[in-house]
């Protein structure tokens, strides 16, 4: 398994990460530095099938 976050709206995606559990780590050390690039959602990938998303990156 290769879990990694999809970027909306660009389509890009991070690094790849062995296990969700590291994802979800990465992603709350960064979502901040993600949403001043722009970034409005991500969406956590494993391989092609969606774990879950796509979730906001702003504030309700």
Request: proline share 5%; net charge negative.
């Amino acid at each position: 398994m290769t879990y990694f976050w999809r970027y909306h709206p660009s389509g890009d995606a991070s690094d790849h990460f062995d296990d969700q559990g590291a994802a979800e780590e990465w992603l709350s050390a960064h979502w901040r530095d993600l949403a001043d690039q722009g970034v409005d959602e991500v969406t956590l990938m494993d391989d092609t099938e969606t774990v879950y998303g796509p979730m906001s990156l702003h504030a309700p």
